[in-house]
T-cell receptor, first 113, second 115 residues
Framework: GEQVEQLPSILRVQEGSSASINCSYEDSASNYFPWYKQEPGENPKLIIDIRSNMERKQIQELIVLLDKKAKRFSLHITDTQPGDSAMYFCAASPSSGSWQLIFGSGTQLTVMP | ETAVFQTPNYHVTQVGNEVSFNCKQTLGHDTMYWYKQDSKKLLKIMFSYNNKQLIVNETVPRRFSPQSSDKAHLNLRIKSVEPEDSAVYLC??????????????FGKGTRLTVV
């Protein structure tokens, strides 16, 4: 079945700098790639997603890139703020007929003031 | 704003007991899920339920079973809990009946501790 690898597991950056998280997947037919942010004690919340018909999407300071040939996608947070500190998960939705969102193992991001 | 409601928030129980967790979504979604989040924060799908069709992750032990009365509710029962069942159980829902290719909304989870 689909597997999603996520790196790094821990990321510390200075406030105002950029943070990048990378994910790779195995199923070339996967067509939906969401990113979730989970703060301590809270539920994971969708922050941005990208579908297989796109290569790049930006919402404010969040940029996602998708390279279908390499089966890789990434999240870039520009101008990080302390409020960006959280656990981030990438996920991939395998080809139709499967109901599962397969999550990466998570990245603990800390933005240092 | 939470639209997937789970109860209880926490539950402590002894090995061998039966537990049941409740989940309700008020989004009018067609599909509901249960995920397990372990101590390392790994998120694993356990069940998907849509239009009375249940899809089970084959790695889930048989002592786990989902129970649904209607499309807004999906409860989770664990018969005879074991120590490795200690985790946060997250209920979720999504709109599309064809699969999770739309936003999945999570509840705040039920933290289970098995002593």
């Amino acid at each position: 079945g689909e597997q999603v690898e996520q790196l790094p597991s821990i990321l510390r950056v200075q406030e105002g700098s950029s943070a990048s998280i990378n994910c790779s997947y195995e199923d070339s037919a996967s067509n939906y790639f969401p990113w979730y942010k989970q703060e301590p004690g809270e539920n994971p919340k969708l922050i941005i997603d990208i579908r297989s018909n796109m290569e790049r999407k930006q919402i404010q300071e969040l940029i996602v890139l998708l390279d279908k040939k390499a089966k890789r996608f990434s999240l870039h947070i520009t101008d990080t703020q302390p409020g960006d500190s959280a656990m981030y998960f990438c996920a991939a939705s395998p080809s139709s007929g499967s109901w599962q969102l397969i999550f990466g193992s998570g990245t603990q991001l800390t933005v240092m003031p | 704003e939470t639209a997937v409601f789970q109860t209880p928030n926490y539950h402590v129980t002894q090995v061998g007991n039966e537990v049941s967790f409740n989940c309700k979504q008020t989004l009018g979604h067609d599909t509901m899920y249960w995920y397990k989040q372990d101590s390392k924060k790994l998120l694993k799908i356990m069940f998907s339920y849509n239009n009375k069709q249940l899809i089970v992750n084959e790695t889930v032990p048989r002592r786990f079973s989902p129970q649904s009365s209607d499309k807004a509710h999906l409860n989770l029962r664990i018969k005879s809990v074991e120590p490795e069942d200690s985790a946060v159980y997250l209920c979720a829902s999504s709109k599309w009946a064809g699969g999770p290719n739309t936003e999945v909304f999570f509840g705040k989870g039920t933290r289970l501790t098995v002593v």
